[in-house]
């Protein structure tokens, strides 16, 4: 598919970037400069520019001009995220990768034990307990999702707890259309032991129970798409 006006430009700064030619806290072209360097119009570099801006790749100082931000790998996740806006067939894809990931962070999790993000895991627990039964589950799969994004922020690697919460995010929003076959009670169970483990500092079992309650998640998700 052909990349807009406004994409090639953003590719052009990117590249630049990438290439050293403009480093973090480094001011770049004028937008006047970029409509000669690219032979794009004012409106679709100034939207390149913006673009790049929300990224945190750019940063406008007012009266001075536009300075590169740091280009590192979150900025790089950010730019990715609307490439995983995901069908209902990919959940089952993102539930595949959870299943390999997530065990490896309750053991990061708990080799870097805090006890005040185990703390919040608890929290997060009760709420879903208080909320399994109720008609609309949304505040218990926000309260899921959270409980699974401490774990991934508790690893202390900032990349994974960034995936995991764009993963998490696309994974929540099916959870709500598949509450007739996920069962709010079974998560609360399997909550509760990767909890357990995870208070006992028992890496193996916490993994164990972790990949347990995202195999069961997939199942139910996978019947719930055949069913559909």
Request: hydrophobic share 35%; glycine share 6%; proline share 1%.
């Amino acid at each position: 598919m052909r990349k807009s006006a406004s994409d090639q430009v953003v590719e052009y700064i990117q590249s630049r970037i990438r290439e050293g030619i403009w480093t973090r806290g480094m001011k770049i072209s004028t937008e006047t400069q970029l409509q000669q360097e690219t032979g794009f119009g004012k409106a679709t570099v100034r939207e390149a520019v913006e673009k790049l801006v929300a990224m945190g790749i750019l940063k406008k100082r007012q009266g001075d001009g536009t300075y590169v931000e740091e280009y590192d790998a979150g900025s790089l996740l950010n730019q990715l995220k609307p490439e995983l806006i995901l069908n209902q067939h990919d959940i089952i894809t993102i539930l595949e990768f959870r299943e390999i990931v997530e065990p490896a962070c309750v053991r990061m999790f708990i080799d870097n034990y805090n006890q005040e993000n185990v703390d919040k895991l608890s929290e997060l627990l009760e709420v879903m307990r208080e909320h399994q039964y109720d008609r609309n589950n949304a505040v218990f799969y926000e309260a899921d999702r959270d409980f699974h994004l401490t774990i991934a922020q508790g690893t202390g690697n900032t990349i994974l707890a960034r995936v995991m919460e764009i993963l998490n995010e696309e994974n929540t929003k099916y959870h709500y259309t598949a509450s007739r076959t996920i069962g709010a009670k079974s998560g609360v169970v399997e909550h509760e032991r990767v909890l357990q483990s995870i208070q006992q500092k028992d890496a193996e079992l916490g993994s164990l129970f972790m990949k347990r309650h995202i195999q069961r998640s997939r199942r139910d998700m996978q019947k719930y798409m055949e069913e559909a």
